[in-house]
Structure formats: structure tokens, C-alpha cells
């Protein structure tokens, strides 16, 4: 219904798209009904943009970032990731794509618990087999205010530690977009926007593309874009970076028309 | 170390932090590791051994050899008296042999302070040189009544000694003492008491080429006989050891295989469970960039970790303790005695690849499940499964179960070692087939057994019935080794139990008599034993074809025959006697049909034309020779048990190592003492696989509790108590105890009810199906304990550590 707004970034295609989704359809079968969490959804995210993802819980959200980065495949339809289309992968090619590409921080469980912070964060590049240079890791975690903390296991760390911990990993392989599914979801205020300054921050001085879903108007206001979703769909969109109350107007309306 | 390798480092960095999942493993591993090391170990010592007695002869020529089976250990026939001479002309003649000694034994048991002593074996004097065996004191003996004993017996020159002999006890005058086991008699006498000679040692003369006179002997004996030096004299080893030794290695060689087979079982579930449990971690790690190969040899660098450190440890402590099996060997009769484990760098080394082996074999299926982990899973809860049960297992089990039943149906026809093949066979199959249809298996069986639980008021039976039924999965697997347990259990004991009853009913069936005579601390009932207060008895030898073959034959007499009421399909067993005898319809077959007169070979290397008298079908033995003729041609022969009909006498005269049991305890006595052996080694073997599959259950239920940690959290923030929250996981693991038994006697029943219409068949008596039942409540017991203890020990931290969170 609203495809015509989401429409709009196509016209302009000489700025670079770090990722293209294109008729992204994803069902589920559930007790013999389809169930469609996302129905078609065609845009691309910009290089060097953040984007927030909004929209009700179960409007897709989730189902849409794992497709975006290559974690789920969709049903139908087509994913770009930098320029590779990730449909004409296998599962190592995929898992490839990733490793190099695209780095994630989910909402919980990002840390291998067995592993030190330190471990944690080189793991794609061990996993890469590259070499592995320890001021490199120190950097990174130094960027994420946790310098002194890289010897320490996930069990002794906070919450807000630990999502630190997985932005610095999703960095170390200079991917070509961040992913976070409500990175901030589990935090308080403080620790929040902690993260959330770390996220601009990385657009702003390295040109990171950011795609990071979220329930919180002010976590969406760090962002240049704001997409919102319902059922599957693209139902609205917010350019330029927007206020929290804007967003949360919209949010409002949204759940409105939804009722 | 920064770079690649990450399989292997990650598996490094799992297992040190998370090493108490790891510990289920481990300990399947080095108890496998021990097993295996300490089993092949003392396999590999287990070669055949020359005895001391015969060590001293650098050339042995024993008689030719016929073919025999596998696991058949009847004697070869003697030399003819008339053989011996001339051999031992032929082979003294030969230069640089000093004597030929024609090794003659018998029967000869001498009485010490009233109790006869354990060694039995009695020799000519000459072939004391053989060993060799030298005087301490006094003289050789020279003369009838005259004998060399032990010098350990502790007896003086020129003493009376009491020794027992097939005739009877007699006494004689000890000219002398030697340095080694053994009574000697004069030759003259020796030659008369003795049976056959079978072996004739050379003594060489100092610095004679002992290849030269091997091949020297080999053109005198031509095909009469086999010729050995060197370390090929270890072919002279006694019959009797061999067989023993044959028993001990099929022992070890299952318990070897067992401990293997069953450590790849134990590590594989161990493994399965740790993937189970930490599919979220696999998840996280595909999402980050590992390929599914690289999850893959995560899990194998966590095998390696494990397997190298297990068996490490495990083969070095199986080493140690390898001696003390070889000395439990030999004390249960496994082994001759003189049997001595050698430990071996090479062989220990085969068994530490061995365990590794079995590690990365027992993380085979993990590691390919973990990697079918999709990165997704790092972001879901941790599912309740609902994974439906594909039709190819629902397949597969069924078909294993339907073989199995059909298993169980052609065992109830088999015959002999076929029954044993078949019954496990049987087993086999239904133990694969119903550990796959578990799942299916479980909830119908978990909401009977749980019925009356939802009854009860309390939430325990709710909570209990309904996780059971939700993770049906997880309710099966850890089920599976409960199953292999007590199925193992009853299926290994009923069996042997069953084959003992059986073997009681055939015993039983035979006996009229009032009471029975019994050797007493000697080797068998001398002549003047087995006549006790009217007693009969036969005597046990054997006769041997024309071609050298053996046919074990019992000597008995015909008023005897005739009271048994033995009916003869052909002939008549009035004419049994002098040299007429009576065989069985298979005989008869081969050759010695019914009034066919054969040319038979005795014990002691005669040749006699026998003419058969009667077939009888029911015959104790292959064939029945009259008892005197046996006498004749077997002096050393003794009986195994003689039968007084009518009263028993009341006092039994002494010295001659006899005791009388009434018939009705005849039949246990006897079973208690032929399957005292038997039984021990069941038992042995079901206590190592319980032990071993008891790791399985410890580990299986402590990783399914843990996996269960964040519902126990729930459960208690919503208000139960930490006792109620551990008897939940406690009543939930009896749970899987009721199924794994009730399994594994669906495997084990109609396994045994096969067996024993199959035992039944054979004897063509009833036979009645035995479980030994409080071993197997043992089992039950124990795999409660196990299961419930491992459960409640692992769910304490999680109840424990959110009592502290709230209490802070
Ligand atoms: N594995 C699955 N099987 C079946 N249905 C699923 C599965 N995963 C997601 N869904 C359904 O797809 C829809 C979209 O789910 P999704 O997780 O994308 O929602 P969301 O927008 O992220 O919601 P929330 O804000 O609550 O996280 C939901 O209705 C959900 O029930
Ligand atoms: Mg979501």
C-alpha cells in the first residue's frame, strides 16, 4: 500500500547500496496455514547510512533483518549484499559472505561463554584463518570503552559489556554492513545510549552502514532513516533524522490504523 | 597459536571451561581405555606356554595330529606300546641324542596329614630329566611301591605315604625328594599305571646342533608322529591348558569388544547430549562466520581434547592393572596357571590410538549434527522439541523389531551354538529397533505410568507428567541407556541361568538313584571310591578311529544298563559286555552301525575289535564300552560320580576323598559347581557394562538436567520450594528409569522365551525360563540411584544459585 514511498530510493540509484532487497517474501508454515512474516518488501540501505527498523511486535522485523544479512534465506524474492547476490550462494558461500561482509549484534546470547572477550571478538577472523594482530584487538576494544576488559569471560561481564563486547566483534572484519536486532533492548537508559552514540559514531567517522531494529523512538532518532513495518509490509518511512517524538508519532498512528 | 586451527583450539577452549560436560565422556573414555588396555594386554600375554616339566628337552616329538574345529580339544591317539619302543630306538639312535624319555603320566594323588594334596599329576622317574628335576635326597625310585615326592610335601626319605591312585589308595615307601611339582614312580610301575605315551623329549648331548638333530628326527618319524625345538615346543602344551586357554581368550576377546564397543556408545550419547544442549552456541558461532565444516571440527578438536587426554590415562592405568587381571585370570580359571601378563610399549601404544579412535568415532554423528546447526538457532529459545519422527526411522525401527521377533521365533528351532548366535542376534536387533521407535514408544507408556501422578494434589505429578510428554525426544534418549542396561542384564543372565536350569533338567532326568558319590578335594572317584556301599559309575575315556579321530566313550556295566531301563532302537543290551558295546544313532551312522565288528584304539595305544551290540537313542554317551575292558586299557581313567540305588551306607570310609549327597541336592551341587565359573563371568560382564553404560545414564541425565536449569529457575520464582523443585527432577528421572526397564525387558523376554523353546527342543524336556531376579533388581536399583543422584546433583546448582540471587 505504501510501496510508492518506499519507491523513492530507487530513483536516485547513484549513491551505492550496501543492501538490496527486492519482492522479499517469507513464510512460515504453522499448523497447515501459511503464515506470511514478510510480504514483499522491496528496498536497499544506502552505504554509509543508519537505518532504524520499526514496526508492532510480530510485524516482521526480525524475520527481515536474518533475510537482509543472510542468515535466513527468503522464500521468494532477492537479497544484494554489496553487490552480491546472495541467492546464488551455498551455505559455505553464504557463511563466506558473511564472515567478510556483514557483522550482527543481537538482542542476547552474542558471546561465546567459553571464550575470553578478547577471544570472542578475533573469533571471525580466526575462523577467517587470518592473522591476528593483538594491538588490532586491543583497538577494538578500546573503541568500545572496554581496553582492560579483554582477559575477562562473557559470566563476569554486564549486559551492556557484553553487547559492547559483539559491536566490537561485528566490526573487527570491517564488514560491509552492521546488523543489531534491538541491540539496546535488554539495557537501561545510561548504557543505552552508550551504545547508541558507539553506533553513530562508526557512520559518521567510517562510513559504516547501520541497520538496527528497534521498539525505542529515541534509539530511532539516531538513525538517518527510519523504515517502519506491519505485517510484512513497508508501511512508512522517515527521512532524514527525525526527532523521538516524530517517530513515536508515527508509531502511534501506525498501531492506530492497525487496530 | 593466533592462527588457524580453529577447530582444534576452539574444542581446546570449550573443553577447559566447560569440563564438567565433558566429564561424561572422559570417564566413558578411560574406563573404555582401561578396559581395553588391560583386556588386550593380558590377550597378548596369553600365548601358548611350554611347562617347566618338559623345558629341559630341547627336541619334542609328540604324535601326529588330526584336524579338529575350532574350540575342540579332544586328545590325539596315543603311540602303540609297540610304536613306542620303536620310535624310541629309532630317535635315541640319532647322533647327539644322549636319551629318547617317553613321557608317561597317570593318576597318582598323594595324602599329606589326611588331606589329599592339589597336585594330582603322576610321571615315570625317567621323565623327571625331561624338566629337569633332580634329587634333593635319598634315591630314585627303583622298585613298585616305592616314590619320589616334592620335596615341598615335606615327606623324609624312607617314610610310608598314602597315595591315591585310579585303583584305590596305596601305600608306598618315599626313596627320595626333588626340586620340582610332581609324584615320580619307579619306571616299571609307571609304564603299568600309566595310559599312552603321546610325547617322547630328547635330551641332547652339551653343544649338539639342535637343528641337526630336528630335521634327523623328523626323517625318523617320518608321518608317525610331529617333531618340535625351539620356541615351537610350546605346541606340547597340555590339552587341558589349551582349553582353558581357548576359554579365556573367547572371555577376554568379548570383554575386549564389549569395553570398545560400548565406550563408542557412551561417547557418542555423551556427545549427542553436549550438541543438544549447546545448539545456541553452534548457532552463534555459524552466525559469526563458521562454516558448518569448521563447527564440525570444533566438535572434534572437543573429541581430541577428551580422547587423547582419557586414553592417555586410561591405557597407562589399564597397564597396571593388567596384572592383576591376568592373577584374577587364572584364579577364575580363565587361564593356566604359570600364566604371566607381559605389558608391551607397542601394544599400549595401539590401545592410546585406539581410545582416540573411539573418541572422534563416538563425536562422528555430533559433529555432523552440529553442523546442520542453521545460524538462526543463536536467536531462538531453547526449543521444546517438536521435531516430528521421520518416517524412515519409523521404518527402520519397525522392521529391526519385526527381525527381531522373527530372531526370537527360529531360536525357539534352533540347535547347539546356533541358539547362542541366534538369541543374540535377537537381541540385537530389538535393542536397535525399540531404542528407535522410543519416542513413539514413550508417551503412552509415560501417561500410564504418570496417571495416577496427575491425580495427586500436588504440582510435582502435573509438572513431571507434562515435561515428560513435551520433550518426548529427550524422555527417549535418555531412556536409551536404561534400556541397554537392563535389557543387557536380564538377556545375559536369564540366558545363562536358562542354559544352567536346562542342563539340571537333563541331569535330573537321568538319576534314580537315592544318593550320589562325589569327589571330595581329588581329582576324580578311583575304582574303590565309586564302589562306596554298592555304588555304580562309569568311567569317562575316549576311543579312537582308525584315522586318529576321537569318540568320547564311557565305560559301564550291563546289569547297570539293564536296571537304567535303556531301550534300544536295534540289538539288545543283553549281549553288552566282553567286547560288544552299545553306541548312539549317530555313531551307528558313522560307521559303527549295529553288528559291525571295528577295529578301536584305546588310551593306552591298543587296538581292539569291537563288535556293536545295540543302538540306543537316550545313551549318556556317544558309546558305552563294558567298564572292565576300559579299566584295562585306561589305567588312570577315574569317575566323575558314582549312584548308590538303595540306602545310602551311614559311614563312609575314609581317606578316599568321597562325600555322598542326596539325589535331590545332586543336581545343584553339581550345577553349583560346573557354573560357579560361568556365573562369575556373567556377572562380570554385567557389572562392566553397567558400569559402563551407568556413565551413559549419569551423563545423559545431567545434561538433560542442566539443559533443564532455566525451568527449574521458573519453577521456583514461581514459588516452589527448592525441595519441591529437585523432587520434580528426581521423580522425573525415576520416570525414565520405569521406561528404560520396561524396554529393556521388551528386549530380553521373548529373547529368552526364544532360548528356552529352543533349549527345550533339544533335551526334549521341559525347561523352565530362570531370571536371576534379585541380580536384576541389583541393576534396576542401581540404574535408579544413578539416574536420580546425577539429575538432582546437577539440578541442585541451578536451584541453589537462584536461591543465593534472591537472597541478595
Ligand atoms: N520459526 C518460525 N516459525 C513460525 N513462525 C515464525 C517463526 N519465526 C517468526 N515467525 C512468525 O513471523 C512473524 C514475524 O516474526 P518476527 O520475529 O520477524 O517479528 P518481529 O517484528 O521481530 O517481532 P518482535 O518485535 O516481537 O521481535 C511473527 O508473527 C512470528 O510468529
Ligand atoms: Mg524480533
Same mark, same amino acid.
Not at chain 2, 89 to 116: F, K, M
Not at chain 2, 210 to 236: L, M, N, Q, Y
Not at chain 2, 610 to 620: E, F, H, N, Q, R
Not at chain 2, 682 to 700: D, E, H
Given at each position: 500500500?505504501?510501496?510508492?514511498?518506499?519507491?523513492?530510493?530507487?530513483?536516485?540509484?547513484?549513491?551505492?547500496?550496501?543492501?538490496?532487497?527486492?519482492?522479499?517474501?517469507?513464510?512460515?508454515?504453522?499448523?497447515?496455514?501459511?503464515?506470511?512474516?514478510?510480504?514483499?518488501?522491496?528496498?536497499?540501505?544506502?552505504?554509509?547510512?543508519?537505518?532504524?527498523?520499526?514496526?508492532?511486535?510480530?510485524?516482521?522485523?526480525?524475520?527481515?533483518?536474518?533475510?537482509?544479512?543472510?542468515?535466513?534465506?527468503?522464500?521468494?524474492?532477492?537479497?544484494?549484499?554489496?553487490?552480491?547476490?546472495?541467492?546464488?550462494?551455498?551455505?559455505?558461500?553464504?557463511?563466506?559472505?558473511?564472515?567478510?561482509?556483514?557483522?550482527?549484534?543481537?538482542?542476547?546470547?552474542?558471546?561465546?561463554?567459553?571464550?575470553?572477550?578478547?577471544?570472542?571478538?578475533?573469533?571471525?577472523?580466526?575462523?577467517?584463518?587470518?592473522?591476528?594482530?593483538?594491538?588490532?584487538?586491543?583497538?577494538?576494544?578500546?573503541?568500545?570503552?572496554?581496553?582492560?576488559?579483554?582477559?575477562?569471560?562473557?559470566?563476569?561481564?554486564?549486559?551492556?559489556?557484553?553487547?559492547?563486547?559483539?559491536?566490537?566483534?561485528?566490526?573487527?572484519?570491517?564488514?560491509?554492513?552492521?546488523?543489531?536486532?534491538?541491540?539496546?533492548?535488554?539495557?537501561?537508559?545510561?548504557?543505552?545510549?552508550?551504545?547508541?552514540?558507539?553506533?553513530?559514531?562508526?557512520?559518521?567517522?567510517?562510513?559504516?552502514?547501520?541497520?538496527?531494529?528497534?521498539?525505542?523512538?529515541?534509539?530511532?532518532?539516531?538513525?538517518?532513516?527510519?523504515?517502519?513495518?506491519?505485517?510484512?509490509?513497508?508501511?512508512?518511512?522517515?527521512?532524514?533524522?527525525?526527532?523521538?517524538?516524530?517517530?513515536?508519532?508515527?508509531?502511534?498512528?501506525?498501531?492506530?490504523?492497525?487496530? | 597459536?593466533?592462527?588457524?586451527?580453529?577447530?582444534?583450539?576452539?574444542?581446546?577452549?570449550?573443553?577447559?571451561?566447560?569440563?564438567?560436560?565433558?566429564?561424561?565422556?572422559?570417564?566413558?573414555?578411560?574406563?573404555?581405555?582401561?578396559?581395553?588396555?588391560?583386556?588386550?594386554?593380558?590377550?597378548?600375554?596369553?600365548?601358548?606356554?611350554?611347562?617347566?616339566?618338559?623345558?629341559?628337552?630341547?627336541?619334542?616329538?609328540?604324535?601326529?595330529?588330526?584336524?579338529?574345529?575350532?574350540?575342540?580339544?579332544?586328545?590325539?591317539?596315543?603311540?602303540?606300546?609297540?610304536?613306542?619302543?620303536?620310535?624310541? %630306538?629309532?630317535?635315541?639312535?640319532?647322533?647327539?641324542?644322549?636319551?629318547?624319555?617317553?613321557?608317561?603320566?597317570?593318576?597318582?594323588?598323594?595324602?599329606?596329614?589326611?588331606?589329599?594334596?592339589?597336585?594330582?599329576?603322576?610321571?615315570?622317574?625317567?621323565?623327571?630329566?625331561?624338566?629337569?628335576?633332580?634329587?634333593?635326597?635319598?634315591?630314585?625310585?627303583?622298585?613298585?611301591?616305592?616314590?619320589?615326592?616334592?620335596?615341598?610335601?615335606?615327606?623324609?626319605?624312607?617314610?610310608?605315604?598314602?597315595?591315591?591312585?585310579?585303583?584305590?589308595?596305596?601305600?608306598?615307601?618315599?626313596?627320595?625328594?626333588?626340586?620340582?611339582?610332581?609324584?615320580?614312580?619307579?619306571?616299571?610301575?609307571?609304564?603299568?599305571?600309566?595310559?599312552?605315551?603321546?610325547?617322547?623329549?630328547?635330551?641332547?648331548?652339551?653343544?649338539?646342533?639342535?637343528?641337526?638333530? %630336528?630335521?634327523?628326527?623328523?626323517?625318523?618319524?617320518?608321518?608317525?608322529?610331529?617333531?618340535?625345538?625351539?620356541?615351537?615346543?610350546?605346541?606340547?602344551?597340555?590339552?587341558?591348558?589349551?582349553?582353558?586357554?581357548?576359554?579365556?581368550?573367547?572371555?577376554?576377546?568379548?570383554?575386549?569388544?564389549?569395553?570398545?564397543?560400548?565406550?563408542?556408545?557412551?561417547?557418542?550419547?555423551?556427545?549427542?547430549?553436549?550438541?543438544?544442549?549447546?545448539?545456541?552456541?553452534?548457532?552463534?558461532?555459524?552466525?559469526?562466520?563458521?562454516?558448518?565444516?569448521?563447527?564440525?571440527?570444533?566438535?572434534?578438536?572437543?573429541?581430541?581434547?577428551?580422547?587423547?587426554?582419557?586414553?592417555?590415562?586410561?591405557?597407562?592405568?589399564?597397564?597396571?592393572?593388567?596384572?592383576?587381571?591376568?592373577?584374577?585370570?587364572?584364579?577364575?580359571?580363565?587361564?593356566?596357571?604359570?600364566?604371566?601378563?607381559?605389558?608391551?610399549?607397542?601394544?599400549?601404544?595401539?590401545?592410546?590410538? $585406539?581410545?582416540?579412535?573411539?573418541?572422534?568415532?563416538?563425536?562422528?554423528?555430533?559433529?555432523?549434527?552440529?553442523?546442520?546447526?542453521?545460524?538462526?538457532?543463536?536467536?531462538?529459545?531453547?526449543?521444546?522439541?517438536?521435531?516430528?519422527?521421520?518416517?524412515?526411522?519409523?521404518?527402520?525401527?519397525?522392521?529391526?523389531? $519385526?527381525?527381531?521377533?522373527?530372531?526370537?521365533?527360529?531360536?525357539?528351532?534352533?540347535?547347539?551354538?546356533?541358539?547362542?548366535?541366534?538369541?543374540?542376534?535377537?537381541?540385537?536387533?530389538?535393542?536397535?529397533?525399540?531404542?528407535?521407535?522410543?519416542?513413539?514408544?514413550?508417551?503412552?507408556?509415560?501417561?500410564?505410568?504418570?496417571?495416577?501422578?496427575?491425580?495427586?494434589?500436588?504440582? !510435582?505429578?502435573?509438572?513431571?507428567?507434562?515435561?515428560?510428554?513435551?520433550?518426548?525426544?529427550?524422555?527417549?534418549?535418555?531412556?536409551?541407556?536404561?534400556?541397554?542396561?537392563?535389557?543387557?542384564?536380564?538377556?545375559? !543372565?536369564?540366558?545363562?541361568?536358562?542354559?544352567?536350569?536346562?542342563?539340571?533338567?537333563?541331569?535330573?532326568?537321568?538319576?534314580?538313584?537315592?544318593?550320589?558319590?562325589?569327589?571330595?578335594?581329588?581329582?576324580?572317584?578311583?575304582?574303590?571310591?565309586?564302589?562306596?556301599?554298592?555304588?555304580?559309575? !562309569?568311567?569317562?575315556?575316549?576311543?579312537?578311529?582308525?584315522?586318529?579321530?576321537?569318540?568320547?566313550?564311557?565305560?559301564?556295566?550291563?546289569?547297570?544298563?539293564?536296571?537304567?531301563?535303556?531301550?534300544?532302537?536295534?540289538?539288545?543290551?543283553?549281549?553288552?559286555?566282553?567286547?560288544?558295546?552299545?553306541?548312539?544313532?549317530?555313531?551307528?551312522?558313522?560307521?559303527?552301525?549295529?553288528?559291525?565288528?571295528?577295529?578301536?584304539?584305546?588310551?593306552?595305544?591298543?587296538?581292539?575289535?569291537?563288535?556293536?551290540?545295540?543302538?540306543? %537313542?537316550?545313551?549318556?554317551?556317544?558309546?558305552?564300552?563294558?567298564?572292565?575292558?576300559?579299566?584295562?586299557?585306561?589305567?588312570?581313567?577315574?569317575?566323575?560320580?558314582?549312584?548308590?540305588?538303595?540306602?545310602?551306607?551311614?559311614?563312609?570310609?575314609?581317606?578316599?576323598?568321597?562325600?555322598?549327597?542326596?539325589?535331590?541336592?545332586?543336581?545343584? $551341587?553339581?550345577?553349583?559347581?560346573?557354573?560357579?565359573?560361568?556365573?562369575?563371568?556373567?556377572?562380570?560382564?554385567?557389572?562392566?557394562?553397567?558400569?559402563?553404560?551407568?556413565?551413559?545414564?549419569?551423563?545423559?541425565?545431567?545434561?538433560?538436567?542442566?539443559?533443564?536449569?532455566?525451568?527449574?529457575?521458573?519453577?521456583?520464582?514461581?514459588?516452589?520450594?527448592?525441595?519441591?523443585?529437585?523432587?520434580?527432577?528426581?521423580?522425573?528421572?525415576?520416570?525414565?528409569?520405569?521406561?528404560?526397564?520396561?524396554?529393556?525387558?521388551?528386549?530380553?523376554?521373548?529373547?529368552?522365551?526364544?532360548?528356552?523353546?529352543?533349549?527345550?527342543?533339544?533335551?526334549?524336556?521341559?525347561?523352565?525360563? $530362570?531370571?536371576?531376579?534379585?541380580?536384576?533388581?541389583?541393576?534396576?536399583?542401581?540404574?535408579?540411584?544413578?539416574?536420580?543422584?546425577?539429575?538432582?546433583?546437577?539440578?541442585?546448582?541451578?536451584?541453589?544459585?537462584?536461591?543465593?540471587?534472591?537472597?541478595?
Amino acid at each position: 500500500m505504501c510501496s510508492g514511498e518506499s519507491g523513492t530510493w530507487l530513483e536516485g540509484m547513484e549513491s551505492k547500496q550496501s543492501v538490496e532487497l527486492w519482492s522479499v517474501r517469507r513464510t512460515y508454515r504453522a499448523a497447515a496455514r501459511e503464515m506470511r512474516a514478510l510480504d514483499g518488501v522491496t528496498t536497499g540501505f544506502e552505504a554509509g547510512t543508519f537505518t532504524a527498523v520499526m514496526g508492532p511486535s510480530g510485524s516482521g522485523k526480525s524475520t527481515l533483518l536474518h533475510c537482509a544479512a543472510g542468515l535466513d534465506r527468503p522464500t521468494e524474492g532477492k537479497v544484494v549484499i554489496d553487490g552480491t547476490d546472495l541467492g546464488t550462494l551455498d551455505e559455505t558461500g553464504l557463511t563466506l559472505l558473511r564472515r567478510e561482509r556483514v557483522g550482527f549484534v543481537f538482542q542476547a546470547f552474542n558471546l561465546v561463554s567459553a571464550l575470553t572477550a578478547e577471544q570472542n571478538v578475533f573469533l571471525p577472523l580466526r575462523l577467517a584463518g587470518k592473522p591476528v594482530a593483538p594491538e588490532e584487538i586491543r583497538t577494538a576494544l578500546a573503541e568500545v570503552g572496554l581496553a582492560d576488559r579483554g582477559g575477562h569471560r562473557p559470566s563476569r561481564l554486564s549486559g551492556g559489556e557484553q553487547q559492547r563486547v559483539a559491536i566490537a566483534r561485528a566490526l573487527i572484519t570491517r564488514p560491509a554492513v552492521l546488523f543489531a536486532d534491538e541491540p539496546t533492548g535488554a539495557l537501561d537508559t545510561k548504557t543505552s545510549r552508550h551504545v547508541l552514540r558507539l553506533l553513530r559514531d562508526l557512520v559518521d567517522r567510517r562510513r559504516q552502514t547501520v541497520i538496527m531494529v528497534t521498539h525505542d523512538p529515541v534509539a530511532a532518532s539516531y538513525a538517518d532513516r527510519v523504515l517502519f513495518l506491519a505485517d510484512g509490509r513497508i508501511v512508512d518511512e522517515l527521512v532524514g533524522r527525525a526527532g523521538a517524538e516524530e517517530v513515536s508519532a508515527r508509531m502511534t498512528s501506525l498501531e492506530a490504523r492497525a487496530c | 597459536m593466533l592462527r588457524g586451527g580453529v577447530g582444534l583450539s576452539l574444542g581446546l577452549a570449550t573443553v577447559r571451561e566447560r569440563w564438567t560436560a565433558f566429564a561424561g565422556s572422559f570417564a566413558a573414555l578411560f574406563l573404555g581405555a582401561i578396559l581395553v588396555s588391560a583386556t588386550s594386554t593380558a590377550l597378548l600375554s596369553a600365548g601358548p606356554r611350554l611347562p617347566d616339566r618338559l623345558a629341559g628337552a630341547q627336541v619334542l616329538v609328540t604324535v601326529p595330529a588330526v584336524e579338529r574345529p575350532e574350540g575342540n580339544f579332544s586328545p590325539d591317539r596315543p603311540w602303540s606300546p609297540e610304536q613306542v619302543v620303536a620310535l624310541q %630306538d629309532r630317535l635315541a639312535a640319532i647322533p647327539g641324542v644322549e636319551r629318547a624319555v617317553p613321557d608317561r603320566s597317570l593318576y597318582a594323588q598323594p595324602v599329606v596329614d589326611g588331606v589329599p594334596v592339589e597336585d594330582h599329576r603322576g610321571h615315570a622317574w625317567s621323565s623327571a630329566a625331561l624338566a629337569p628335576y633332580r634329587l634333593v635326597s635319598g634315591t630314585e625310585p627303583r622298585q613298585a611301591g616305592q616314590v619320589a615326592l616334592d620335596r615341598s610335601l615335606g615327606r623324609k626319605p624312607g617314610t610310608r605315604v598314602t597315595v591315591l591312585t585310579a585303583r584305590g589308595p596305596a601305600e608306598y615307601t618315599v626313596s627320595g625328594t626333588v626340586d620340582g611339582p610332581g609324584v615320580y614312580l619307579s619306571d616299571g610301575e609307571a609304564a603299568r599305571l600309566a595310559g599312552g605315551v603321546r610325547l617322547i623329549g630328547l635330551l641332547l648331548a652339551p653343544g649338539t646342533d639342535v637343528a641337526a638333530v %630336528d630335521s634327523a628326527a623328523r626323517t625318523a618319524i617320518g608321518h608317525d608322529g610331529r617333531v618340535f625345538s625351539g620356541r615351537a615346543r610350546v605346541a606340547a602344551e597340555p590339552l587341558e591348558d589349551a582349553r582353558i586357554r581357548w576359554v579365556g581368550m573367547q572371555a577376554l576377546t568379548a570383554m575386549s569388544i564389549l569395553a570398545a564397543s560400548s565406550a563408542v556408545f557412551v561417547t557418542a550419547s555423551a556427545f549427542a547430549f553436549g550438541v543438544a544442549w549447546r545448539r545456541q552456541e553452534f548457532g552463534l558461532l555459524r552466525a559469526v562466520g563458521a562454516t558448518p565444516r569448521q563447527v564440525r571440527a570444533s566438535v572434534y578438536g572437543e573429541a581430541l581434547a577428551v580422547g587423547v587426554v582419557a586414553s592417555a590415562a586410561g591405557t597407562a592405568l589399564g597397564a597396571v592393572l593388567a596384572p592383576v587381571l591376568g592373577d584374577l585370570l587364572v584364579a577364575l580359571g580363565f587361564q593356566p596357571s604359570g600364566f604371566t601378563v607381559r605389558v608391551r610399549a607397542w601394544s599400549l601404544a595401539g590401545c592410546f590410538l $585406539v581410545g582416540i579412535a573411539v573418541a572422534l568415532l563416538g563425536a562422528w554423528s555430533a559433529s555432523r549434527r552440529a553442523g546442520r546447526v542453521s545460524p538462526l538457532e543463536a536467536l531462538r529459545e531453547a526449543a521444546a522439541d517438536e521435531r516430528p519422527i521421520p518416517l524412515s526411522r519409523k521404518i527402520a525401527g519397525g522392521l529391526l523389531c $519385526v527381525l527381531g521377533l522373527a530372531g526370537a521365533a527360529v531360536t525357539a528351532t534352533a540347535g547347539g551354538n546356533e541358539l547362542v548366535s541366534f538369541g543374540l542376534f535377537t537381541a540385537a536387533a530389538l535393542i536397535c529397533g525399540l531404542a528407535l521407535l522410543a519416542p513413539l514408544i514413550a508417551p503412552p507408556v509415560v501417561r500410564l505410568a504418570t496417571w495416577p501422578l496427575g491425580r495427586l494434589r500436588g504440582a !510435582t505429578g502435573m509438572i513431571v507428567r507434562e515435561s515428560a510428554l513435551a520433550s518426548v525426544r529427550r524422555t527417549a534418549s535418555t531412556a536409551a541407556p536404561v534400556l541397554i542396561t537392563v535389557g543387557f542384564a536380564v538377556l545375559v !543372565t536369564g540366558m545363562t541361568a536358562t542354559t544352567a536350569a536346562s542342563f539340571d533338567a537333563a541331569r535330573a532326568s537321568v538319576i534314580r538313584a537315592e544318593s550320589v558319590v562325589l569327589p571330595d578335594g581329588v581329582a576324580g572317584l578311583s575304582d574303590a571310591a565309586a564302589g562306596v556301599g554298592g555304588a555304580w559309575s !562309569t568311567l569317562p575315556t575316549a576311543l579312537y578311529r582308525v584315522n586318529g579321530e576321537a569318540v568320547p566313550a564311557l565305560g559301564a556295566e550291563r546289569d547297570h544298563l539293564l536296571a537304567a531301563g535303556l531301550k534300544p532302537s536295534q540289538g539288545s543290551l543283553e549281549d553288552f559286555g566282553g567286547n560288544n558295546i552299545v553306541v548312539k544313532p549317530w555313531v551307528a551312522q558313522q560307521g559303527w552301525g549295529l553288528g559291525q565288528v571295528v577295529p578301536v584304539g584305546f588310551e593306552d595305544g591298543c587296538t581292539v575289535s569291537l563288535k556293536v551290540a545295540a543302538v540306543v %537313542d537316550d545313551l549318556p554317551n556317544s558309546v558305552l564300552v563294558p567298564r572292565d575292558l576300559v579299566r584295562a586299557h585306561d589305567p588312570s581313567a577315574l569317575a566323575e560320580e558314582a549312584f548308590i540305588l538303595g540306602k545310602a551306607p551311614d559311614a563312609v570310609p575314609g581317606g578316599l576323598g568321597t562325600r555322598i549327597v542326596a539325589a535331590e541336592d545332586y543336581a545343584r $551341587v553339581m550345577s553349583d559347581e560346573d557354573d560357579r565359573l560361568t556365573w562369575i563371568f556373567t556377572v562380570l560382564l554385567v557389572a562392566v557394562s553397567a558400569g559402563y553404560t551407568g556413565v551413559a545414564i549419569a551423563t545423559t541425565l545431567m545434561t538433560a538436567a542442566a539443559g533443564r536449569a532455566r525451568d527449574l529457575v521458573v519453577l521456583r520464582l514461581s514459588g516452589a520450594t527448592a525441595g519441591q523443585a529437585l523432587r520434580t527432577v528426581a521423580v522425573e528421572s525415576v520416570l525414565v528409569v520405569v521406561l528404560g526397564t520396561l524396554l529393556g525387558l521388551a528386549v530380553a523376554i521373548p529373547t529368552l522365551l526364544g532360548m528356552r523353546a529352543g533349549l527345550a527342543e533339544q533335551l526334549s524336556a521341559p525347561v523352565p525360563l $530362570v531370571l536371576p531376579v534379585p541380580l536384576i533388581l541389583v541393576v534396576i536399583g542401581f540404574c535408579l540411584l544413578l539416574a536420580a543422584g546425577a539429575a538432582v546433583f546437577t539440578a541442585r546448582r541451578a536451584v541453589r544459585s537462584q536461591t543465593d540471587r534472591s537472597g541478595d
